[in-house]
């Protein structure tokens, strides 16, 4: 196992379980919940295989659906954030021709361009889990307050931990 894959392991199994005992117990005014565990998602480098990034995606979501008991929203949500995530990256990254080999951080696609990317992926993410977990529109405004207070909280925290993190990969 290489050292990139360790590292994302690690991160991934200290994420999912702060994700459980911790941060799904936290609930600021009754509607934002920070969502931490898809920074692994966000970050893994893009030379990931599709098929390899829908695996780890449903299993982080899978493990924190077991933890949580929320019956396979967070496996479905994450599968459809791992399917979504190269396109998502193009649409934000720099045009270059060694693509595959970046990692998403704000040091390799530039702060406008990675914070762009970490809002649009947690803002998928975020409207995904609502959504699937209120299964309809009964409450719209209820519904929209959870996504943009969780999504906005999940994005602050996450942002802060790219800045303060250090990846393998700088653009020269």
Not at 34 to 56: E, K, N, Q
Request: proline share 6%.
């Amino acid at each position: 196992m290489t050292k990139t894959a360790f590292n994302f392991t690690v991160m991934a199994l200290v994420l999912i379980l702060a994700q459980v005992i911790i941060f799904n117990h936290i609930v600021l005014f009754g509607y934002a919940m920070p969502l931490l565990f898809i920074y692994v998602i966000i970050r893994l480098p893009m030379s990931v295989s599709p098929s390899w990034m829908l695996t780890i995606g449903f299993l982080m979501g899978i493990s924190v659906d077991v933890f949580s008991d929320t019956q396979g929203v967070n496996a479905l949500a994450c599968t459809v954030l791992s399917f979504m995530r190269r396109p998502v990256f193009h649409f934000f990254a720099p045009r270059e021709d060694d693509i595959m080999m970046i990692q998403p951080s704000p040091r390799t696609m530039g702060i406008p361009a990675y914070v762009k990317y970490l809002m649009a992926m947690t803002f998928i993410y975020c409207t995904l889990v609502f959504v699937i977990e209120a299964f309809g529109f009964f409450h719209p405004w209820q519904l929209f307050v959870r996504i943009v207070s969780s999504g906005g909280l999940t994005f602050i925290i996450l942002y802060a931990l790219s800045s303060i993190s250090v990846g393998p990969y700088r653009r020269s």
